[in-house]
Structure formats: structure tokens, C-alpha cells
């Protein structure tokens, strides 16, 4: 067996005018704590340097850049870096990236692997951007991603790292099933997952109730019918007067919860996972190789 001690960092609120500064004092107890409950991989929320920004309308580029990262590790985060190379515990880490190519800004809601030895391992822009592009006045707050960020074109990834075969996505992915289905096909084991939830759907609210059920009905699904642990990490509480889902979790590869969090502030939790659990589904009742009929299936890839 393969065994791996991974730590979800749920985050509590980030407040607008918070400094990176603090929110990396935060992250650095929640790294520290996970090294002494001797984890070797901990797993921070999408976009967890800053407050939730695409609730609100920017009119002025200078102002939202300023939620942006234009290298990673940047000045605010190399303590980040360097402490996870002391301790020798890696990370997975949500920010909004900002970079400049071909003559043209490009911005994407983007997460790092970063390993034992604080090197990058890889990068991960996010596939499945929720929200809307243009200011809706009638929502009580704006879910402005699809204005914000362009999708990641490199699709969902792989990488060899802690022993193990590694996948990220963020948010909105994990509502759908490819994002697991790819991660799996391209053998995945523990995909890593940072959200930012609202409680409040605006353009059903009549949905609001079943936001926590949603939450683990995708990701319990996800990981039991690939056979694979997933880790699903919050930004969580009432961040300027919004309301963001707890409930991060550790799901191990037949679906079962196997740790939650409890608050929705800065909290750890902690499993020891099983790389080899995966074989338990893969080999018997998702057997890919065996019983998936990929001829069945091609109007999933039509556009
Ligand atoms: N960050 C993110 O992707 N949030 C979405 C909110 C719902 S769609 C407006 C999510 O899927 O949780």
C-alpha cells in the first residue's frame, strides 16, 4: 500500500482589504499545524490569497489586478515556499494569475502543486468558468468569472508527485462528471480540489437548501465512480456579507466521507490516504479496461 497523510486548509472569510501578508500568516499556522499532524501534502482553497473578488464589478483595471498574481512565488507568497522546503510538506494552492504574452494580458483562475522540496510540480487553470461576463445589476452580488478569466486550454493533468499520481480542478469543475472521468482516464489517483461556494444562487434561489448536498453528491460521485480520493476545500463563512459554503472534505475512492470540517473558519483536517484504495474500484466494479464502452459514448465529445 501507498499511504499519504494530506490536510485540507479550509480558509475562513478574507476580507476585502486583508493584505496578503496576513492571509500568508494564516496559510503558514495552517501549514505548520499540518506538518505536526504529519501530513505530507496539504491542500489550500481555490483563490485563497484574497477575498472572493468576482462578486463585485470592476470598472477600473488597476483596481482589479490588484487581486491578481503576476509570478508565483511572488514576494507575498515565497514564505509559503520556503517553509513547505523546511518542513518538507507540499501544497496545492488556488490565485487568480495574471500574465502577459504575445503582446496581450491573460488572466485565468489558476492552482499549483508544489512539492516536499517547495519546487513547482504543475499548474492547473480552471476548465469550467461559472457566472456571467456583463454587470447584472439585479443580482445582490455578481459572479463575474466568465468577465475575469479566460479557461484553461491545457485541460485536466496528471502529475507524478508524493508517490503518487496527482489531478487538480477548481470550483465549478467539480459539478461535472468529465472533470474526474479525464482526470481518471489519465490515472489520477487524488485530484485536489479548491471552491469558493455561494450559498445564495441568485438565478434560482430556490436551490439555495441544497447547495451543501450538491457540494458532496458531485464530489462523492466523482471519486467513487473513478475510483480515486478526492480532496474538496472551502473558502468558507460570511465574507462581505456573502455567504460561502464549509464542508470541506476528504472522500476516499468508494465514496465514503472519511473527514470534514466542522467550522467555516480557518480550520485542518487531516486522513491518512491509501493510494492502493483506488484498486478497489478500478480494478473491479469501474474496471475501465474491462466494462466501459468508450464506442457508446462519442456524442460526449461532439460539440
Ligand atoms: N467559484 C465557483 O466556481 N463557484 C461556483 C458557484 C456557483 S455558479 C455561480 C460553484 O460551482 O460552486
Redesign the pocket.
Known sequence: SRHIVVGAAQLGPIARSEPRSRVIERMLALLHKAHRRGATLLVFP?LALTT?F?RWFFDDADELDGFYEGEMPGEATRPLFEAARQLGIGFYLGYAERIESGGRVHRYNTSILVDQAGELVGKYRKVHL??HHEHEPWRPFQ?L?KRYFEPGEDGFGCWEAFGGKMGMA???D??WPETYRVSALKGVELLMLG????IH?PPVPEHDHLQGFHNHLCMQAGAYQNGMWVVGVAKAGREEGCDLLGQSCIIAPTGEIVAMASTLEDELIVHECDLDRTREIREHIFNFRLHRRPECYGVLVDD
Open positions: 481555490e472572493f468576482p461559472p457566472g459572479h468569472e477548481l470550483c465549478n467539480r459539478r471552491y469558493n461556494t455561494p444562487y
